[in-house]
């Protein structure tokens, strides 16, 4: 399917463990991010990447490590888990220049118990 | 620190009612503005704002920027209850970063 997809869904994972939320672009888009949505906070920016293996801290990266070995892919793990990563998280994705703006995919929702 | 604001945080109309909502930032080398709509999934594009004074319509929803004043407003005319959601602001960066504001979540009463 073209376009930009996230998996899982929706996530429940305990406290201290490792969780991978994953992120395809089928566009060859230079550009994709991971935001996070929070009640109050907005979209706030955790990591972003320019192009493969080139990744650069958002806002709030504390907790989370990302890699871009490929440019459609662009995972982003939770090392341990905590409860306050409870969260919508949301990929994107755009074009060097970004004049069409920036692709959203479905959101995955994750919880920590 | 690089800022968006976003207001009002929240606003209730009646279908047909007039609104605008308001976008100002704080950041270092701004390159565009943009404005998207979210309703229960992920946030969709309604507009690209670069340059000050020239209004960015679509339909019943138009935008424009002033860079002087470091704001943005999109007015949404003839509200109906299909545009109850999230509008959210954005600011791009050099870097191609894009910061949001908070949004405002807007409600449209038949």
């Known amino acids: 399917d073209a376009g930009i997809t996230q998996s899982p869904r929706y996530k429940i994972t305990e406290t201290g463990r490792q969780v991978t939320l994953m992120c395809h672009q089928t566009?060859?888009?230079?550009?994709m991010f991971w935001y996070r949505q929070d009640l109050g906070h907005g979209l706030r920016l955790i990591y972003y990447?320019?192009?493969?293996?080139?990744?650069d801290k958002g806002e709030v990266p504390d907790g989370y490590v990302v890699s871009r070995s490929k440019t459609e892919n662009f995972p982003l793990t939770l090392e341990s888990a905590t409860r306050s990563q409870t969260s919508v998280y949301f990929c994107a994705s755009s074009e060097s220049g970004g004049y069409y703006g920036y692709t959203f995919g479905s959101g995955t929702r994750l919880t920590v118990v | 620190e690089d800022k968006v604001v976003q207001s009002p945080l929240s606003l209730v109309v009646h279908e047909g009612d007039t609104v605008t909502l308001n976008c100002s930032y704080e950041?270092?080398?701004?390159?565009?503005l943009l404005w998207y709509k979210q309703e229960k999934k992920a946030p969709t594009f309604l507009f690209m704002l670069?340059?000050?004074?020239i209004e960015k319509k679509s339909g019943r929803l138009s935008s424009i920027l002033d860079k002087k004043e470091l704001s943005s407003i999109l007015n949404i005319t003839a509200t109906q209850t299909g545009d109850s959601a999230i509008y959210l602001c954005a600011v791009r960066l050099d870097t191609d970063k894009l910061i949001f504001g908070t949004g405002t979540r807007l409600q449209v009463f038949p």
């Open positions: 990447s320019a192009a493969a293996d080139i990744t």
């Open positions: 566009w060859s888009h230079s550009y």
């Open positions: 950041v270092t080398n701004f390159r565009s």
């Open positions: 670069t340059s000050s004074g």
